[in-house]
């Protein structure tokens, strides 16, 4: 599977974007994605997560109620949805795939990485 991952920029504090995770090569509907990020000096931590099983997610505590990770299978393609941005989501954004009906947390676990996307929000 190769991912591409767009949707990045620079927002003022409480705006919105929306990252897309395009993947090629297999069918996407089998595989569980995850959405990570890394601000400079920190490590790449779990943002959202998503299975194929309805219902299947997870957010970490910090964006919980500020964004949702969702999927076009059709499309091959996952989306975060990111509201009420804040200063400190400012990282590099990566999405990440493997086959599996339910979401997965650890970084380790996943086979297939996007290159990154910038998400910078401004003060």
């Known amino acids: 599977v190769q991912l591409q991952a767009s949707g990045g920029g620079l927002v003022q504090a409480g705006g919105s974007l929306r990252l897309s995770c395009a993947a090629s090569?297999?069918?996407?509907?089998?595989?569980?994605v995850g959405w990570f990020r890394q601000a400079p000096g920190k490590e790449r931590e779990l943002v959202a997560a998503?299975?194929?099983?309805?219902?299947?997610?997870y957010y970490s505590g910090s964006v919980k109620g500020r964004f949702t990770i969702s999927r076009d299978n059709a499309k091959n393609t996952a989306y975060l949805q990111m509201n009420s941005l804040k200063p400190e989501d400012t990282a590099v954004y990566y999405c990440?795939?493997?086959?599996?009906?339910?979401?997965?947390?650890?970084?380790?676990?996943?086979?297939?990485w996007g290159q990154g996307t910038l998400v910078t929000v401004s003060s």
């Open positions: 090569g297999r069918t996407f509907s089998s595989y569980a």
């Open positions: 998503i299975g194929w099983s309805v219902g299947s997610t």
């Open positions: 990440a795939a493997r086959r599996g009906s339910y979401y997965y947390i650890m970084s380790r676990e996943y086979e297939y």
